[in-house]
């Protein structure tokens, strides 16, 4: 089966190997394609994002390494950027300069970049910010994360949504919310419904289960459910930080998109969109 990868990072951002060393990693493991999506939040920056100034070296480097690896493997050059209101924006755009080939649009904070709440935390900050700007309300945290998915959603222009339920992280020490719960399944439904206006196609994310956070994928296979019956299409990306785990658990993931109900992965570009049977 084809292998593919379109949410990669590397040392421009918060990844442990540099580009160059993520592209002989995906040669050795068989990738036919692999995607460069460093976190950006122009024209804003922090310790895991790529710095303002270093965006056209990112571009220059990822394009220098497709001509050199052309004959081995197709690499193309994204970018994973956050969804902050008033402050950052999946949105191409912002990016036309740069020409990239694809955005990932996320959401990893749930505040303003200098307050720095972000649910992709430590366990301990995540449960900081719980008691400090929450009060321990979990709930109100996770349907001001969902609210924001569905702006980004409305407002953004990009192909891949990442990581939708990323919520869930650190839910399994901390406890804040019951995904059993009625309130929980309608912010997903009617998050899915958004997204299936707008046409996107949504990650199946190993990197959680990478990083040893949650031993599971994002989305859900409730959510992932929702999405295969709203028609929403799916791709399966690693998240990957480091060389050893970019093909994380994917036998695993392609498993759970059958059992949800697909028959292909779609993986869109600016350029082209790229398809694999499951």
């Not at 690896?69 to 999946?90: A, H, N, R, T, W």
């Not at 953004?156 to 990442?162: K, P, S």
């Not at 709203?230 to 690693?238: A, F, G, Q, R, Y």
Request: proline share 3%.
């Amino acid at each position: 089966m084809e292998k593919i990868n379109l949410h990669t990072h590397c040392n421009f951002c918060d990844g442990k190997n540099t580009a160059e060393e993520m592209v002989l990693s995906a040669i050795q493991k068989g990738f036919t394609l692999l995607g460069f999506s460093s976190h950006s939040m122009l024209p804003y920056t922090s310790d895991w994002h790529i710095p303002v100034e270093k965006h056209e070296d990112y571009v220059k480097t990822i394009h220098s390494l497709k001509e050199k690896y052309k004959d081995k493997i197709e690499i193309l050059c994204g970018f994973e950027v956050d969804y902050i209101p008033g402050q950052s924006m999946p949105e191409k755009s912002h990016f036309l300069p740069l020409v990239p080939d694809y955005l990932i649009g996320s959401v990893h904070y749930t505040s303003s970049v200098e307050a720095g709440y972000t649910v992709d935390d430590s366990t301990e900050n995540v449960k900081k910010g719980l008691e400090e700007i929450y009060k321990n309300k979990g709930k109100e945290l996770v349907c001001q994360y969902f609210d924001l998915q569905r702006q980004m959603i409305r407002k953004g222009d990009f192909e891949i949504w990442g990581h939708a339920d990323l919520i869930r992280k650190r839910n399994g020490i901390l406890k804040f919310f019951n995904e059993e719960d009625s309130w929980y399944k309608n912010e997903l439904k009617e998050t899915v419904k958004v997204a299936a206006k707008k046409g996107l196609v949504a990650e199946i994310n190993t990197g959680a289960i990478a990083r040893k956070a949650m031993d599971d994928v994002y989305p859900s296979k409730y959510f992932l459910e929702l999405m295969y019956q709203e028609k929403i299409p799916v791709c399966v990306n690693s998240d990957s930080h480091d060389i050893s785990s970019i093909d994380c658990a994917f036998d695993r993931a392609y498993t759970i998109a059958r059992n949800a109900g697909y028959t292909e992965l779609i993986y869109p570009t600016a350029h082209k969109i790229y398809t694999v049977k499951l």
